[in-house]
């Protein structure tokens, strides 16, 4: 049997992504526009669970599993949220809060550049830069299409008093409404 050569154009156009060449998207999934949630991410090898359909995708072929580069300002993340594959991380620069379970605070390990944590399928996960400056975190999913055959759930924030962004969780459908606002209430 001969294996099939592909041409080093071919490679280059098909097979590398260069860092200094990838578009990100600073809105890859519904909970990045809500404060303190707010990532950017480079889809690097496959799309991943990204929502975003207009972002350029430098490796198509992505063979079971999905990479991507997560860019986050001190103190943003995403919220909760569940897959029904493996999900890993690595800490590339920065020190990244990695939690699972029901809040932030009671499951977690805090990654450093190089470190790796693998969460388990269908299990509630998250993370959050918790360092001093703007870090990177790539993430591993395992799946050819994993948003369409998973399903991800998103656990928004309950609000907390008067501002949002409690670590505790509840499972919804839909955001919760915005802060000093009268939910149910017609608005003008």
Avoid at 100 to 117: K, Q, S, Y
Avoid at 120 to 146: Q, S, V, W, Y
């Amino acid at each position: 049997m001969t294996k099939q050569i592909i041409s080093v154009e071919e490679f280059e156009r098909t097979r590398v992504a260069r860092f200094n060449a990838l578009e990100g998207s600073s809105r890859p999934m519904l909970d990045a526009v809500i404060p303190g949630q707010e990532r950017e991410i480079y889809q690097v090898i496959g799309k991943g669970v990204s929502e975003d359909r207009e972002q350029k995708i430098p490796i198509a072929d992505n063979a079971g599993f999905n990479v991507a580069i997560v860019r986050c300002q001190p103190g943003k993340g995403t919220l909760h949220h569940d897959h029904k594959t493996n999900e890993v991380f690595m800490a590339l620069t920065g020190k990244w809060k990695i939690f699972w379970g029901d809040d932030e605070d009671t499951h977690f390990v805090i990654l450093e550049p190089f470190d790796v944590a693998s969460i388990p399928p269908n299990l509630m996960r998250g993370f959050r830069n918790i360092g001093d400056e703007e870090a990177l975190l790539l993430g591993t999913i395992a799946g050819p299409i994993p948003a369409a055959c998973i399903g991800a759930t998103i656990c928004w924030p309950k609000p907390r008093g008067s501002a949002m962004g409690s670590t505790k969780t509840v499972r919804s459908s839909k955001p919760p409404p915005p802060p000093n606002s009268t939910a149910g209430a017609i608005q003008p």
